[in-house]
């Protein structure tokens, strides 16, 4: 330590020595030639005629005493008051101070990422516009996002959310830019979004961290199952958190350098003082022995663990220890999405996660394919993820459309009740079908698949087929044409509803009613008529009713997502209110959302199958 301090207290003495002298600006770069070398002599100057003045006493000049060097040259004294000051301040730094200090100059200013706007996403990749959370305070704001209890209930508005939260949009008044990133990435990684919430903690500069963010950035590298990432953030972090984790990065850290010495001195201080203790010490101790020139050998038993951490997942998923199934019933759902990415996972060990991943919304259609075919790779798969792995196969290209439709179903498992994800993962093979006939059940899952992925333009071609699809479905085919298509292509008459709604029960038919009202697809006086024949209202009376109605009426996209994920909190599509699938599909199709808020109505019907 000793040695450290010295060493910075000549760098930075020299450093002030420095500015102390004095500094002549140049306009161009400077010559090693004396000046004057190789330049022609000036021709003399004729002197003007000078009036002639009076003599003047010549003033005295006090003497200053010089006292020579022992070399025998004169040398002015300098000021070290500077150099000295900075001396003492290097002298009371610790080694993470002066790590964090030299950090401040490892970016020219002209590099460094303003916190005024922050997010990975622009207009021109997707993203929204800067205001698009208008002149909302940000303290509420940040309160809506921390009390939103993620996952959200809908897929497609945690897909609209996770747009919203990426985009780079300016900070919000009353909050400081590095927290208002720390909210947003906590947000997305209770989504399941933990690549997502990465992207936003490393937008901010290390030296702009907050407490708030290095408490994230914390659960956002454990969750990416990146321990590494930790590294840089270390010194930083453990000036302002008491976190332990933190604590164990001074041994990590170097074991993945190579430094096996200072690990094993920091991993047994650490025993001592009992930073952490059981698994928790045993999966830190297991990662510094992954570590270059490591000699240890850790055996994880999960045996008497009370439930699943970031901290214990990030570090077994990083050392692919396999966590017990039973471990993730501790946690939610996003967790098992988090292990979807997890790079050093088998495509058998990541299919649960992949999956869910699939249903939350974290996983596209095209991500869920590419994962099957992935799996498909392995070999040696069991018998039935090798069967699902070849229908998958066979409903893209298969030799007939009935034959890519019979996969499908295998897919769907349940024609009455498809699984979600099998919709998913068809709905590309769904929506390169030819309309055909088919049977109704067959062509509401059709319908429903190519929804799932946003293709809709290709499921308003089935509405050439509305004549000739009848039978058990045929009521859902409709329904989904008559919310889902980018523009009218059914007919949505009161009469047309009413009669869905004797068939396909009161439940489904008040979120049609809801979902057309939202989108403007029946008159005010029909969708109040047939809300109120149906025993719910349309009218905003709860406080988030009329937040979401306001903000959409100033135009606010991200505020509306927000809201409308707030509104959609829950795991249980039949505990969601039809008002509030009427509340949000209304307020995204005000503000231009109008994809968004049609893929969430059809969403409603398909999932309450």
Request: glycine share 8%; aromatic share 6%.
């Amino acid at each position: 330590m000793s040695r450290l301090r010295g060493n910075a207290k000549w760098a930075l003495g020299s450093f002030a020595l420095a500015l102390a002298l004095p500094v002549v600006a140049q306009q161009a770069p400077e010559s090693l030639l004396p000046p004057g070398f190789g330049d022609p002599a000036p021709a003399p100057t004729p002197t003007p005629a000078q009036p002639a003045r009076p003599a003047s006493p010549a003033p005295v000049v006090p003497t200053v005493p010089v006292t020579p060097s022992p070399s025998g040259e004169i040398v002015q004294p300098l000021d070290l008051s500077v150099a000295n000051a900075v001396d003492n301040a290097a002298e009371a730094m610790s080694a993470d101070e002066l790590a964090a200090e030299k950090a401040k100059y490892d970016l020219p200013q002209s590099a460094r990422r303003s916190l005024d706007r922050i997010g990975p996403l622009t207009p021109a990749t997707r993203g929204m516009e800067p205001d698009a959370f208008g002149a909302e305070y940000g303290p509420y704001l940040a309160t809506l996002m921390k009390q939103t209890h993620a996952p959200i209930l809908s897929r497609w508005a945690s897909i609209l959310l996770r747009r919203a939260l990426l985009s780079a949009t300016d900070t919000p008044r009353g909050i400081n830019g590095a927290d208002w990133a720390a909210e947003r990435a906590w947000l997305l990684l209770r989504m399941g979004e933990a690549d997502s919430a990465r992207l936003l903690v490393q937008s901010v500069d290390p030296d702009k961290y907050t407490p708030r963010l290095y408490a994230i950035a914390m659960q956002t590298y454990l969750a990416t199952a990146d321990p590494a990432g930790l590294c840089p953030l270390s010194a930083g972090a453990r000036r302002t958190s008491k976190e332990p984790g933190w604590d164990m990065t001074r041994a990590i850290c170097p074991a993945l350098s190579g430094d096996q010495g200072s690990a094993s001195a920091a991993l047994n201080q650490a025993q001592r003082k009992g930073v952490v203790r059981g698994i928790d010490y045993r999966l830190a101790e297991k990662m510094v022995g992954a570590g270059f020139n490591a000699r240890r050998s850790v055996k994880i038993e999960w045996d008497g663990v009370d439930g699943l951490t970031a901290w214990r997942y990030g570090l077994a998923t990083a050392l692919n220890v396999p966590i017990p199934d039973d471990m993730f019933g501790s946690v939610g759902p996003h967790v098992r999405a988090w292990e979807a990415r997890a790079p050093a996972l088998t495509a058998v060990r990541r299919l649960p996660g992949s999956e869910v991943a699939a249903r939350l919304g974290v996983f596209s259609s095209e991500a869920l394919v590419n994962f099957y075919a992935e799996l498909g790779s392995e070999g040696d798969l069991a018998s039935d993820l090798a069967d699902r792995v070849d229908a998958l196969r066979n409903a893209y290209s298969g030799p007939t459309a009935g034959a890519r439709i019979q996969a499908m179903q295998t897919l769907w498992r349940d024609n009455g009740a498809p699984d979600y994800v099998g919709l998913i993962a068809t709905a590309r093979a769904a929506a390169a079908l030819p309309v055909a006939q088919a049977d109704g059940r067959d062509a509401a899952n059709l319908v429903a698949a190519m929804l799932t992925a946003g293709y809709d333009r290709n499921a308003a071609r089935w509405a050439q087929a509305i004549g000739q699809i009848d039978g058990d479905g045929a009521q859902d085919f409709w329904a989904l044409l008559a919310v889902g298509t980018p523009s009218t292509v059914v007919d949505s008459g009161s009469s047309r509803i009413s009669s869905y709604v004797g068939e396909a029960g009161p439940e489904k038919g008040r979120m049609l009613i809801a979902a057309l009202a939202g989108l403007s697809r029946l008159s005010a006086n029909d969708a109040a008529a047939l809300a109120q024949d149906n025993g719910f209202a349309l009218a905003a009376n709860s406080r988030w009713a009329r937040a979401i109605a306001a903000a959409a009426q100033r135009g606010e996209k991200a505020t509306v997502a927000l809201l409308a994920a707030v509104g959609m909190q829950g795991r249980d599509w039949h505990r969601l209110p039809p008002g509030h699938l009427y509340h949000v599909v209304a307020a995204l199709h005000r503000v231009g959302l109008d994809p968004e808020a049609r893929m969430i109505a059809a969403e409603a019907l398909t999932r309450l199958s």
